[in-house]
């Protein structure tokens, strides 16, 4: 998958996610069981996530830092399965990750929030050769170092992730 695949595919899941988010009701937008992310944590998660990335990827000095690859990319399953076998083995999310409460009156500027952060991370990813999407590695807090591929299909499958997560809850 090349970058404007990528870049196409990241768009197209928040997308998704967000016009899910958008249809919910208040209520459902706002509940779940005891120890669990409502919809709108959920929400606020995703933003926590891309928005450290995209301040990564503004500098490619700071990439750089981390190094080259190890191995080839994995394709999006492999990066898939990769993930959830590491989330089976157990892992707590680092305190910058955890969601705030979601309040109802703040879901539409927290949706384009988010769809900001995902317009510029795409926007960033073209400043990035092919070559460097295989070579260059970004640190993530559960898997590891990732190839910046790995980290396109990781932020892409993260969406549909967290949207299964609210799907099961309502």
């Not at 539409?108 to 295989?134: F, W």
Request: proline fraction near 4%; charge should be negative.
């Amino acid at each position: 998958m090349n970058k404007n695949q990528l870049s196409q595919r990241l768009k197209f899941q928040y997308q998704q996610f967000a016009d899910f988010i958008n249809a919910l009701s208040d209520e459902q937008f706002t509940a779940a069981p005891t120890g669990k992310w409502t919809a709108g944590q959920q929400l606020d998660h995703l933003i926590k996530s891309v928005a450290p990335l995209n301040k990564v990827m503004q500098k490619k000095a700071i990439v750089e830092s981390f190094g080259l690859a190890k191995q080839a990319s994995r394709d999006y399953d492999g990066v898939v399965a990769f993930y959830q076998a590491a989330l089976a083995r157990g892992y707590e999310d680092r305190p910058q990750f955890l969601p705030e409460e979601a309040a109802v009156d703040q879901r539409a500027e927290s949706v384009n929030n988010l769809m900001s952060q995902v317009d510029t991370l795409c926007q960033l990813l073209h400043g990035y050769s092919e070559e460097d999407l295989d070579q260059l590695v970004i640190p993530h807090p559960l898997l590891g170092n990732l190839t910046m591929r790995e980290m396109m299909h990781f932020t892409t499958y993260h969406a549909q992730h967290h949207e299964l997560g609210v799907r099961r809850l309502i």
